[in-house]
């Protein structure tokens, strides 16, 4: 079946870039995500990338696509102590629902 | 306010002790699912439901039922629990098949433990 695979974790200073990178193996995404656990809450999506597009910009959060290698990033600039949370990436095949496939998740630490 | 409701939010219990945890949503969502979510595995899933009635068996399907009487709720059973069934569980529900760009709301979680 579909595999997602990120990085356990990740550690950044305040003020630097984060990027966490995610890849999957099914060809026929056409969705794919990034949502944020914050502790103690559920998943929250933080932006999505639909699979004919390369790049997309959101303020601080850039999300790059290489659909050739089958290979997503989260690039956060200016990361702050907010920004410490697990980030899950998660892809769709689109027409099966919202039958989502997600990562196991990579812990960002933002050290002060 | 939007939001997808699960209760209890922690709960102990013993093995083959019968329990429910309710999940209930107030956006008219016609898709409703239930994760699990374990250290090191992420979040997989249990059962799913693209509406009322229609029910199926997601990726760890085993020692669970669900049911999909109304559309705001989609309750999760565990009839008889064993400790493996120890995790963080996820409802989540979306507006349907190809209604929308696959944006899943999530409850906050309940924290189930079987002694």
């Known amino acids: 079946g579909e595999d997602v695979e990120q990085s356990l974790f990740l550690s950044v200073r305040e003020g630097d870039s984060s990027v966490i990178n995610c890849t999957y193996t099914?060809?026929?995404?056409?969705?794919l995500y990034w949502y944020k656990q914050e502790p103690g809450a559920g998943l929250q999506l933080l932006t999505y990338i639909f699979s004919n597009m390369d790049m997309k910009q959101d303020q601080r959060l850039t999300v790059l696509l290489n659909k050739k290698d089958k290979h997503l990033s989260l690039r956060i600039a200016d990361t702050q102590t907010g920004d410490s949370a697990i980030y899950f990436c998660?892809?769709?095949?689109?027409?099966?629902?919202?039958?989502?496939?997600f990562g196991g998740g990579t812990r960002l630490m933002v050290k002060p | 306010e939007a939001q997808v409701t699960q209760n209890p939010r922690y709960l102990i219990t013993v093995t083959g002790k019968k329990l429910t945890v309710t999940c209930s949503q107030n956006m008219n969502h016609e898709y409703m699912s239930w994760y699990r979510q374990d250290p090191g595995l992420g979040l997989r899933q249990i059962y799913y439901?693209?509406?009322?009635?229609?029910?199926d068996k997601g990726d760890v399907p085993e020692g669970y039922k669900v049911s999909r009487k109304e559309k705001r709720n989609f309750p999760l059973i565990l009839e008889s629990p064993s400790p493996n069934q120890t995790s963080l569980y996820f409802c989540?529900?979306?507006?349907?098949?190809?209604?929308?760009?696959?944006?899943?709301?999530f409850g906050e979680g309940s924290r189930l433990t079987v002694l």
């Open positions: 099914d060809s026929s995404s056409t969705y």
């Open positions: 998660a892809e769709s095949p689109g027409d099966a629902g919202n039958m989502l496939t």
């Open positions: 439901s693209m509406n009322v009635e229609v029910t």
């Open positions: 989540a529900s979306s507006l349907g098949l190809g209604k929308n760009t696959g944006e899943l709301f």
